[in-house]
C-alpha cells in the first residue's frame, strides 16, 4: 500500500516498505525478487512466470517477464487500433501492473505539480519480453557458451 502527501507544491507517494535509511539498489532488488516469490505461492501472480530482475546504473530495477509470448501479445490491426503492430493483452498488462505495484513497494517518489522535478529512490522498469528479444537472449548465451568452452578447451 502506498501513501500520497503533498505540501502545496511537492507531491510525495510513498511505498509501505520504503526504507526511511538509504539501501543499495540491488538490496531492494532481492527483496523484490523474494516478493515476486511469495505472489506466486499464494497465487497472485502465475506459478510458472520467469522475471528477469536486474539493477542498472546504480539506481534502476529492470523486471523482464519473460516466456509465453503468445499469450501475452496479440498482433495486427484490431478494431479500435488499426496499425499491424504488437500489443500487450490485457493479461499482459495486468501482470505489468501487478509486478509494478510490488516493486513500488519500495520506493518514495517526489513530484512538483508542473512536471518539472522529480526525484525517486530508484526507477523500476517493467516490461514483457518479446520474441525477438528473446531470439537475441538465447542466440547471445549460445554465443557466450561457445567461448567458455573453447577458452576450457585451448587451456
Do not use: C
Amino acid at each position: 500500500m502506498t501513501t500520497t502527501t503533498t505540501d502545496g507544491r511537492y507531491t510525495t507517494t510513498t511505498g509501505s516498505k520504503h526504507s526511511t535509511t538509504w539501501r543499495p539498489v540491488r538490496d531492494i532488488a532481492r527483496d523484490i525478487r523474494a516478493d515476486v516469490k511469495a505472489a506466486q505461492s499464494a497465487g497472485d501472480l502465475p506459478a510458472d512466470l520467469d522475471l528477469s530482475i536486474r539493477t542498472r546504473n546504480g539506481d534502476v530495477i529492470d523486471i523482464v517477464i519473460r516466456g509465453r509470448e503468445d499469450d501475452w501479445q496479440e498482433h495486427g490491426p484490431t478494431d479500435s487500433d488499426p496499425w499491424p503492430r504488437t500489443r500487450l493483452t490485457a493479461a499482459a498488462r495486468d501482470l505489468v501492473r501487478k509486478v509494478e505495484a510490488i516493486g513500488s513497494e519500495y520506493k518514495q517518489t517526489t513530484t512538483d505539480g508542473g512536471g518539472l522535478y522529480r526525484e525517486s529512490t530508484f526507477y523500476l522498469f517493467v516490461e514483457v519480453e518479446q520474441k525477438s528479444q528473446r531470439e537475441w537472449r538465447e542466440r547471445d548465451a549460445a554465443e557466450r557458451k561457445a567461448k567458455r568452452d573453447a577458452a576450457k578447451a585451448a587451456r
